[in-house]
């Protein structure tokens, strides 16, 4: 048994599996006789912040930490480490961006509250998106594998701006210049070539407190952070201190922070809500975004460029199969559920905007993997 468990968490799709799980699990204690006390926790206070608050302003900075550690390795020596690889999956991230935006405002021009969420449908949630891919197997080829990474990290890296520039409240200018000179003291020590863990842990919850009073969302104090932390060291028999980070926090974000945060934000309650609401702008908006606006922003952008001569196919992959990763994009779970959460107050808004999450999720990731299920497919070796 014991065996069986350690292969399940060492496997691809395990993230995306637990994940689901969680926000089941949230969906039916919302739903169930338990609801009462499940909102009461998540509203109780504990060292003048809601367990909420708590969840999505700290455990989610752990997130942003991770997720800030692998954009800036795969920039500088991975996947993106020069421009020629950062082209395709940047201009796809870029229509994947767009477009889901595009549809959300059609649908909402008409209101200024809900416009707020036009960011919502345009984040990918790398986690369940691999998740799916992983299941495929063999089905398909590993340059795709690679192109959705990219793609998902630039797409992160582009909310993450998003996020600093929409969805920040109003400025207290001392604290966001104790953050700065936190962040650059941060930096000092990268540039001495500091590499003990211990000070850049102290600095950077120094940082995400200055950051959460200056009035900027306080998960950027986790990317800021992250790009702060030493990748190259003149030891080669040292391990870089970005990959330590990386790698200790790796199981921790993918096993409990996301799904802790997928159990406290997906939890909505169904009672006095009816057929009507999936005619709602904010839920069609949204719905529309992840289902169509990624899948035609994503696949659109690279039909095009690949016509124009300016990129190529992922090596060994047919046109179909890239359709299919373009529909995957369109899951925007753990992401889109965090923007919603900024972008609206209401919560009647924010539990349609849950709907339509999970709506569009849903059909963007079933419909993507049976694209790809069912996609010819050639079974090739990739070279390095």
């Excluded at 930490?65 to 954009?71: I, M």
Aim: glycine share 10%; aromatic share 14%; net charge neutral.
């Amino acid at each position: 048994m014991r065996d069986k468990l350690a292969h399940f968490f060492s496997s691809e799709p395990a993230a995306g599996i637990v994940l689901m799980i969680a926000a089941m699990l949230g969906i039916v204690a919302a739903n169930s006789p338990v609801s009462e006390h499940y909102f009461s926790m998540l509203g109780s206070y504990v060292a003048g912040l809601s367990v909420s608050h708590w969840i999505n302003d700290g455990l989610m900075a752990v997130f942003f930490l991770f997720v800030g550690l692998e954009v800036k390795r795969e920039l500088l020596q991975g996947e993106l480490d020069t421009n020629a690889k950062r082209i395709l999956p940047g201009l796809a991230a870029l229509g994947g961006l767009m477009m889901p935006a595009l549809f959300y405002v059609l649908f909402n021009s008409g209101n200024p509250e809900t416009l707020k969420g036009w960011a919502v449908p345009a984040a990918t949630d790398i986690a369940f998106a691999l998740g799916v891919l992983a299941l495929l197997g063999s089905r398909v080829p590993v340059s795709l594998k690679i192109f959705l990474t990219a793609l998902a990290i630039m797409d992160d890296l582009a909310v993450i701006v998003i996020i600093a520039l929409f969805y920040s409240s109003s400025i207290s200018f001392i604290y966001l210049a104790l953050a700065a000179a936190t962040l650059a003291v941060l930096f000092f020590l990268n540039k001495k070539g500091i590499l003990k863990s211990l000070p850049y842990l102290l600095l950077g919850v120094l940082l995400w407190f200055f950051v959460l009073k200056s009035g900027l969302h306080a998960t950027l104090a986790g990317v800021l952070l992250a790009f702060a932390i030493p990748l190259r060291v003149q030891d080669s028999v040292q391990e870089a201190p970005l990959l330590k980070w990386e790698h200790a926090l790796e199981n921790p974000v993918a096993f409990f922070v996301v799904p802790v945060f997928g159990f406290a934000n997906a939890g909505v309650s169904f009672a006095g809500l009816d057929g009507s609401v999936l005619f709602d702008p904010v839920v069609m908006g949204i719905f529309a975004g992840l289902f169509l606006g990624k899948q035609l922003g994503v696949f659109g952008v690279v039909w095009a460029t690949v016509k124009l001569g300016w990129t190529e196919l992922p090596e060994g992959a047919s046109w179909l199969q890239v359709y299919g990763v373009a529909l995957l994009c369109g899951i925007g779970f753990t992401m889109s559920l965090f923007i919603s959460l900024l972008a609206f107050v209401d919560p009647t808004i924010q539990d349609y905007s849950k709907v339509g999450v999970f709506l569009g999720s849903l059909f963007a990731g079933v419909l993507g993997y049976l694209v790809l299920k069912f996609a010819p497919f050639e079974r090739i070796k990739i070279k390095y």
